[in-house]
């Protein structure tokens, strides 16, 4: 039956050549479409990985900034109550700070090796330029003269 599709003169071309080359025509005929799935698969998986690692790198920065939100944020609350005269949050208040460092170098790095691109340079280094700020008025604690 699949027969009547093809037409008479292939049939007799094939009735022709010797079976080797028959074997070979056919291993052909089904291996290059094979081939080309193949390799649309391979394109289409690619593509599909590539989107993944940078939607996981994307994912991987969010949760650097977020735990450096949380620290900073740990450390502002604990810097308030230093100043407030609770001299025992001290050795924590360094504690988060070395924490907040860290977070910074990680997110430094990232963005040195070029692994993503979601960071603005600018924003960037605006928060770090805070974050100095921050640091350099940690621990003063208010003059007994500036209380009413």
């Known amino acids: 039956m699949i027969w009547k599709l093809v037409p008479d003169w292939i049939v007799k071309l094939i009735g022709r050549i010797s079976y080797s080359k028959k074997f070979l025509l056919f291993f052909v005929a089904i291996f290059v479409p094979m081939l080309i799935v193949m390799l649309i698969l391979y394109s289409e998986i690619k593509g599909q990985i590539s989107q993944s690692e940078t939607e996981r790198e994307a994912l991987l920065s969010l949760q650097n900034v977020a735990e450096l939100l949380l620290h900073t944020q740990y ?74």
């Open 75 to 148: 450390h502002r609350g604990l810097n308030q109550s230093y100043m407030k005269g609770y001299d025992e949050f001290s050795e924590t208040i360094r504690e988060r700070q070395e924490l907040v460092e860290l977070k910074i170098i990680e997110i430094e790095q990232q963005i040195e090796n070029h692994k993503n691109d979601f960071f603005d340079i600018d924003t960037w280094n605006e928060i770090k330029t805070q974050w100095a700020e921050v640091k350099l008025t940690s621990f003063r604690k208010k003059s007994p003269s500036s209380s009413v």
